[in-house]
């Protein structure tokens, strides 16, 4: 399904990935990971709810927004990417940290621009912010060794602006001081039950932040990522904020 709010369209194609469209501007958020490109699961990936798209390599993209290493992914880069596109990419994406197989952001055949956590750069004429991402220390995300699953420096949130539609893709991270106070339009949180923002503390960071209208993704891509997507939209609604799912 394609959303079309305030003179732009989105449309959430799995997982991280995001589609945004104004009049002449084409952005990707996280394009790729677990198969949702390709139109089949990773192994040991079962989707059990947004399902893959059917091999989606439109090569459309003037600008590619990557948060972090869980969400890079050359090839869903590659899928989405024009010829002169930007990417891009937090700065701090490190290939060797991983045990994927990734060519290295600078082997990329696109300009990459590296941000930080808290970047202001215009590309293309199109603003973009970015802010830090990650989990609390003393929060519920944690690995087994009571260290944060998103520690402070993994990656970063995206704030673009389209023909003067601003869109917030917070990334992987839980909700943090200043969130509620940015000037949002389009809020695409993730809800998922863990790593994230869950539903019930994105729900409440779109009161605080009352944009124009909030798209939830990053869910229910496995079990991990499970998530009511119904619960939230009608928690959501009852707070006043419009909201809507793209959901097949």
């Not at 996280?30 to 390599?57: C, F, K, N, S």
Request: charged residues 25%; hydrophobic residues 40%.
């Amino acid at each position: 399904m394609t959303v079309r709010h305030d003179g732009i369209t989105a449309e959430w194609l799995g997982y991280a990935t995001l589609r945004l469209e104004g009049e002449d501007t084409v952005v990707y958020f996280d394009p790729g990971r677990y198969g949702v490109l390709t139109g089949e699961w990773e192994p040991d990936t079962p989707g059990i709810g947004h399902p893959p798209t059917q091999d989606y390599a439109p090569k459309d993209g003037d600008i590619v927004c990557v948060t972090h290493i869980h969400h890079y992914d050359p090839d869903g880069i590659r899928r989405v990417a024009s010829e002169d596109a930007t990417v891009v990419a937090f700065e701090g994406i490190n290939v060797h940290a991983t045990d994927r197989d990734l060519d290295r952001l600078a082997d990329l055949d696109y300009e990459v621009r590296k941000v930080s956590m808290e970047a202001d750069v215009l590309v293309d004429d199109v603003p973009i912010w970015t802010m830090p991402a990650y989990n609390h220390e003393d929060g519920r995300n944690l690995k087994d060794d009571g260290s944060p699953i998103h520690p402070k420096g993994i990656g970063c949130g995206f704030l673009v602006a389209i023909d003067d539609t601003r869109v917030f893709w917070p990334g992987d991270t839980d909700v943090l001081d200043g969130h509620a106070e940015l000037d949002v339009s389009l809020f695409v949180p993730s809800i998922a039950k863990n790593y994230t923002m869950n539903r019930h503390e994105a729900a409440d960071l779109a009161e605080a932040m009352d944009p124009d209208l909030v798209l939830p993704m990053h869910y229910n891509t496995f079990e991990l990522l499970e998530a009511d997507s119904g619960a939230f939209a009608e928690d959501v609604a009852k707070r006043g904020v419009p909201v809507v799912l793209d959901e097949n």
